[in-house]
């Protein structure tokens, strides 16, 4: 991981010893400092993977990594149909979102930043708890049991990015802009992954941690949020870039950068 090439050289150094190919290979990377041996030749598995891992995977894997099994052994990935109750939590959290808008409308929008404030602030102290073995009432029990597997192992970043997302759209679009790009965001991106899970087969080119089923769904349900704060013809623009980002594999947290860019489309027409 330190030296020059990578883990490479060491590939190499073992595929020679045991008079082996790359086409021999299956590789199982999470992060950019495998991309030296993602090589064209072999199987190459994402698990969990960072976006740069996303562009060069022939499979993407999420969830639990026994699901790797069958694509090592060149069969279809076999996933567990019925989302868990750690995915049903942690979505349902996601979808919530949905009531931000309403909650600013009715106790005003400072007092809906500095809540949103105290929350992430009280969520980051659990999870520097969680590190040291110790907890936090409450939050940490919602974020054991809403944390994916390997989240479970480090300090899981995700919430953040989903409660900066949101606060800066409430801070920087005008009132019908920010309600309908939040409402999007959060109704789309958790029924395209409930959805992903439990009915999807077709993987989407570039990005195979995604279904064409999941970002259907989620593409519905997003003009139907949109449309409850906007008229319908700008909920379904605001759902075409919302899913859009949601789409591409890109080296920012989706969940800080769609609803802003969901907010800048709004914002132009």
């Not at 010893?17 to 495998?34: G, Q, S, Y």
């Not at 993977?49 to 699901?67: Q, S």
């Not at 149909?81 to 409308?105: C, D, T, W």
């Amino acid at each position: 991981m330190l030296e020059r090439g990578g883990k490479l050289p060491v590939l190499r150094q073992i595929l020679e010893t045991e008079k082996l190919a790359p086409k021999d290979c299956v590789i199982v990377a999470d992060d950019r400092n495998n991309l030296p041996i993602l090589l064209p030749e072999a199987r190459k598995i994402g698990y969990d993977p960072d976006f740069a891992v996303r562009l060069k995977a022939d499979v993407v894997v999420t969830g639990n990594l026994r699901e790797i099994i069958a694509p090592i052994e060149g069969k279809p990935v076999e996933t567990e149909k019925r989302p868990s109750r750690n995915e049903i939590l942690r979505e349902s959290i996601h979808a919530s979102g949905f009531f931000v808008p309403l909650l600013a409308f009715y106790i005003g929008l400072y007092p809906t930043c500095l809540f949103i404030i105290i929350v992430t602030l009280l969520y980051g102290t659990s999870e520097l708890a969680r590190i040291e073995r110790k907890k936090l009432p409450i939050i940490s029990h919602l974020t054991y049991h809403a944390a994916t597997q390997p989240e479970l192992f480090e300090f899981a970043t995700a919430p953040i990015f989903f409660a900066a997302g949101i606060l800066l759209t409430l801070l920087v679009f005008p009132t019908p802009v920010r309600s309908a790009a939040i409402a999007i965001f959060a109704l789309g991106d958790s029924t395209a992954s409930i959805v992903g899970r439990a009915y999807g087969k077709r993987a989407l080119l570039f990005n195979r941690g995604k279904t064409l089923e999941g970002s259907t769904s989620g593409f519905i349900f997003a003009f139907l949020a949109g449309s409850f704060y906007i008229a319908p013809w700008k909920a379904l623009i605001g759902a075409v870039a919302a899913m859009t980002v949601e789409y591409l594999p890109l080296p920012v947290s989706d969940n800080l950068i769609t609803p802003l860019v969901t907010g800048a489309v709004l914002m132009v027409i």
